[in-house]
Nanobody, 113 residues
Framework: QVQLVESGGGLVQPGGSLRLSCAAS????????LGWYRQAPGKQREWVAD?????ITNHADSVKGRFAISGDKNTMFLQMDSLKPEDTAVYYC?????????WGQGTQVTVSS
């Protein structure tokens, strides 16, 4: 079992940048499928990006070219550039190992002028 804790959220102006971190209680980067999700008020949680086998990345069309997922053994990151108001949401990190799925508590990202 792994515990995940997100950090790095906050208030940023449109066009600004933010880097989210997800600290894991053990090494996960090379053996888990890792991902970032977000949930805006009144909406379902949506997938943002993931990384598989430590190198294969995928990003949602809405963030492609602006966000980048990465990480190491104990921490995963989401670099967010050119932020837009529609990026406002609670961001969650996720780790999957076979049939087990683990979630962090979330970190709030607010993009507003």
């Amino acid at each position: 079992q792994v515990q995940l804790v997100e950090s790095g959220g906050g208030l940023v102006q449109p066009g600004g940048s933010l880097r989210l971190s997800c600290a894991a209680s053990k090494s996960i980067f090379s053996i888990y499928t890792l991902g970032w999700y977000r949930q805006a008020p009144g909406k379902q949680r949506e997938w943002v990006a993931d990384i598989t086998r430590g190198r294969i990345t995928n990003h949602a069309d809405s963030v492609k070219g602006r966000f980048a997922i990465s990480g190491d053994k104990n921490t995963m990151f989401l670099q967010m550039d050119s932020l837009k108001p529609e990026d406002t949401a609670v961001y969650y990190c996720n780790a999957i190992d076979g049939g087990s799925s683990y979630w962090g508590q979330g970190t709030q990202v607010t993009v507003s002028s």
